[in-house]
T-cell receptor
């Protein structure tokens, strides 16, 4: 396994269009996270899954955003009716779960999908 | 909610010198503090982390210290090399329950190591 894979790496779209990003986590990881990173800022948490269940969503995840992980493996993040403010790097991360204080649940990030909305 | 402040925003050092990046956090329940390195066009890569049950951790040229009373933690890089040039992010989270992966990141420090 080569790590967390994200596709596409770059997406340019016009305002109002829908876009979808895919994330393939490390195969044995049961937790999957989506983060958003804008230029010059640190990543911001959007949502996370334990297996196929979406357990937490940030207030940043507006109604136009939807994430799925149908079989507990890969995940998709869809943005409907894109706006220029959606332009960002969308990062996916995965982890094995467990108790952090015992050394588990370390997040491994993918290379990200960069979205540009014109 | 948690807030993480990171300083400095840019840091330029000469090759071989040490670099120190400092972060403070606001949520006293946070107990997991990772540091990530991000190179241009790549995702963040974990370089070291520390948990609240220890005060210091070292891995070759990299060390992290944690002061839970003062709610701050620091990254120390010794004998810097040009390949250390990147953006470094600190983060904090609560290491229990459903929020274990909800990392709150600082705004980053752009480190430049001059040969």
């Amino acid at each position: 396994d080569t790590g967390v894979s994200q596709d596409p790496r770059h997406k340019i779209t016009k305002r109002g269009q829908n876009v979808t990003f895919r994330c393939d986590p490390i195969s044995e990881h049961n937790r999957l996270y989506w983060y958003r990173q804008t230029l010059g800022q640190g990543p911001e948490f959007l949502t996370y899954f334990q297996n196929e269940a979406q357990l937490e969503k940030s207030r940043l995840l507006s109604d136009r955003f939807s994430a799925e992980r149908p079989k507990g493996s890969f995940s998709t993040l869809e943005i409907q009716r894109t706006e220029q403010g959606d332009s960002a790097m969308y990062l996916c991360a995965s982890s094995s779960g467990g108790v952090v204080l015992s050394g588990a649940n370390v997040l491994t990030f993918g290379a990200g999908s960069r979205l540009t909305v014109l | 909610g948690e807030n993480v402040e990171q300083h400095p925003s840019t840091l330029s050092v000469q090759e071989g010198d040490s670099a120190v990046i400092k972060c403070t956090y606001s949520d006293s329940a946070s107990n997991y503090f990772p540091w990530y390195k991000q190179e241009l066009g790549k995702g963040p890569q974990l370089i070291i982390d520390i948990r609240s049950n220890v005060g210091e951790k070292k891995d070759q040229r990299i060390a992290v210290t944690l002061n839970k009373t003062a709610k701050h933690f620091s990254l120390h890089i010794t004998e810097t090399q040009p390949e250390d040039s990147a953006v470094y992010f600190c983060a904090a989270s609560r290491a229990y329950g459903g929020s274990q992966g909800n990392l709150i990141f600082g705004k980053g420090t752009k480190l430049s190591v001059k040969p």
